[in-house]
C-alpha cells in the first residue's frame, strides 16, 4: 500500500489549501481513510476521518475543512478553507484496514491506521 500527499504549502491567513492523497494498492472500501496532521512539539492529531456515508471532523477544523473522496476511490482530498496560523503542521494522510466499533475518538486517532504517506507542510503566516 502506497499513499502520496501532495498540496501543502504557504498561505496567509483565511486563504484556502487543498491537500491530495494517491493511493495504491489499498482496497478495503469499507475501510476509513483520514487525514491526520503534527505541528512542532506536539502529538499527532486526527482533522478528519472518512468512510461513504460516514465522515468525521476534529472540533477545531469543523465548518472549515472538508474531507472527501474521488468516485473510484484512489484519491483522498481534504479542503482546507479560513485556514489559522494553529493549522500550521504536517498533514498525513493514513488509511486502515476494515474495523468494526468505529467511533468518532477513534476514527482521529493515530493508532487506528495502518497505513501513512509521507507528510506534506501546511504553513499559515
Known amino acids: 500500500v502506497q499513499l502520496v500527499e501532495s498540496g501543502g504549502g504557504l498561505v496567509q491567513p483565511g486563504g484556502s489549501l487543498r491537500l491530495s492523497c494517491a493511493t495504491s494498492g489499498y482496497s478495503y472500501n469499507k475501510s476509513y481513510m483520514a487525514w491526520l496532521r503534527q505541528a512542532p512539539g506536539k502529538e499527532r492529531e486526527g482533522v478528519a476521518a472518512f468512510r461513504v456515508g460516514d465522515t468525521y471532523y476534529a472540533d477545531s477544523v469543523k465548518g472549515r475543512f472538508t474531507i472527501s473522496q474521488d468516485n473510484d476511490q484512489s484519491t483522498l482530498y481534504l479542503q482546507m478553507d479560513s485556514l489559522k496560523p494553529e493549522d500550521t503542521a504536517i498533514y498525513y494522510c493514513?488509511?486502515?484496514?476494515?474495523?468494526?466499533?468505529?467511533?468518532?475518538?477513534?476514527?482521529?486517532?493515530?493508532?487506528?491506521?495502518?497505513?501513512w504517506g509521507q507528510g506534506t507542510q501546511v504553513t499559515v503566516s
Open positions: 493514513a488509511a486502515g484496514r476494515p474495523r468494526s466499533g468505529m467511533t468518532a475518538i477513534r476514527a482521529l486517532t493515530a493508532s487506528t491506521y495502518d497505513y
